[in-house]
């Protein structure tokens, strides 16, 4: 049982630090090293063997959950490459995406007034489509183009994207109860 708590996710898992990620390879990865750290694996060890048992479980926990999901992975790979995304103090966008969330905002919460299940679903499936064109060109700012601060932008626009994708997922959810 020896993990290196040290190093970064990518590594734990033995993947390619890059934005572009095998799912598959992650996944089975992840269960790989479960097998080998799950605690109740050593729960006839000594109370520090199980402690550190414990960390490297939390570890690993940690890792797959940062790289599974694509905004966090990106989040991640800024801050190994140093750079700070200022995600909670900037929140300077071009006038276009602003004026484009403003344009989403208006026909989530018109479609939500006036409960159109219909609508607000179309609405999903468009910005769904958005999000993965973002993510895509996310992918090439950080895994060709190396353009961090760029990328750092791009993912502050993904974060406006997926809060407008919970508003559409929560007003469908309330037109179903």
């Known amino acids: 049982m020896s993990i290196d708590l040290t190093g970064d996710y990518f590594s734990l898992f033995g993947l390619p630090r ?4 095998d799912d598959a390879a992650l996944e089975a990865a992840w269960h790989a090293l479960q097998a080998q750290v ?4 050593h729960a006839h060890l000594s109370d ?21 999901r694509p905004l966090d992975r990106a989040q991640y790979l800024l801050e190994l ?3 700070d995304a200022a ?4 929140t300077a966008m071009s006038p276009e995406f602003l004026m484009e969330q403003m344009e989403w ?12 299940a219909h609508e607000l679903e179309e609405l999903h ?10 993510r895509s ?7 060709d183009e190396h353009d961090y601060e760029a990328a750092a932008d791009t993912v502050r626009r993904l974060m406006f994207i997926d809060k407008l994708q919970q508003e559409i997922d929560e007003a469908l959810l309330a037109l179903e109860n």
């Open 48 to 68: 520090a063997e199980k402690r550190l048992s414990m960390q490297m479980a939390t570890r690993v926990n940690e890792g797959f959950r940062t790289l599974r």
């Open 125 to 134: 499936r468009r910005l769904l489509h958005h999000a993965r064109e973002v």
């Open 38 to 41: 799950h605690p109740d694996r």
């Open 81 to 83: 490459a140093g750079v």
């Open 105 to 116: 905002r208006e026909a989530v919460e018109e479609a939500r007034d006036a409960a159109e």
């Open 87 to 90: 995600l909670e103090t900037n």
């Open 137 to 143: 060109h996310l992918g090439s700012q950080l895994d």
């Open 18 to 21: 890059r934005f572009a990620l």
